[in-house]
């Protein structure tokens, strides 16, 4: 049971490239989630999916898409990377109703 | 909306004493809790939750928490500190019940001194 897997574990862009970060789950969760962590700022929250063909915008949804293919997967895509958005980014999945998350290893990602 | 408040970026405990984090919460309606412990460059864990049954949570690794309402507060204690307690703890509230997103506090980075 390998819980919430997330690829890449590290990623260095450059200003204006893209990327996707990729993200599953196998405990059948309704919910997905996408955050960023940032020294002293806590874990806020970017998107999430509260079941399978919904998605919606939480704090700081600004600069990116997601998508949430099926009911496993949920990816964060990031269209034109600011240095701004150098962050570690976690992902996180929760039963319907139950509100415990659980999240993945997290990507390091760096916007030069 | 719903948020918590956890005060003291770091917190310097000697290995043997007693940790407290403390967290305050402002909600509108009858709040779940939750403290999650992030070891280095590691993903969140689930430390305890708070649901309305028991005030008294007890959670993994030694550690529980009380929710008071009077207070308005859900503070996370350890009696005895060991080295592996090093790591960063979260509270978080959940801000609506049921739906499944939750608002994170800053985070408290937890030193233990030998």
């Known amino acids: 049971n390998a819980g919430v897997t997330q690829t890449p574990k590290f990623q260095v862009l450059k200003t204006g490239q893209s990327m996707t970060l990729q993200c599953a789950q196998d405990?059948?969760?309704?919910?997905m989630y996408w955050y960023r962590q940032d020294p002293g700022m806590g874990l806020r929250l970017i998107y999430y999916?509260?079941?399978?063909?919904?998605?919606d915008k939480g704090e700081v949804p600004n600069g990116y898409n997601v998508s949430r293919l099926n009911k496993r997967e949920f990816s964060l895509r990031l269209e034109s990377a600011a240095p701004s958005q150098t962050s570690v980014y976690f992902c996180?999945?929760?039963?319907?109703?139950?509100?415990?998350?659980?999240f993945g290893p997290g990507t390091r990602l760096t916007v030069l | 909306a719903q948020s918590v408040t956890q005060l003291g970026s770091h917190v310097s405990v000697s290995e043997g004493a007693l940790v407290l984090l403390r967290c305050n919460y402002s909600?509108?309606?009858?709040?779940?809790l939750f403290w999650y412990v992030q070891y280095p460059n590691q993903g969140l864990q689930l430390l305890l939750k708070y649901t309305s049954a028991a005030t008294l949570v007890k959670g993994i690794n030694g550690f529980e928490a009380e929710f008071k309402k009077s207070e308005t507060s859900f503070h996370l204690t350890k009696p005895s500190a060991h080295m592996r307690d090093a790591a960063e703890y979260f509270c978080a509230v959940s801000v609506t019940p049921g739906n499944n997103r939750l608002a994170f506090g800053k985070g408290n980075q937890v030193v233990v001194i030998p």
């Open positions: 996180a999945s929760s039963a319907y109703q139950t509100d415990t998350q659980y």
């Open positions: 909600s509108s309606v009858p709040p779940y």
């Open positions: 999916s509260a079941s399978e063909g919904t998605t």
């Open positions: 405990m059948n969760h309704n919910s």
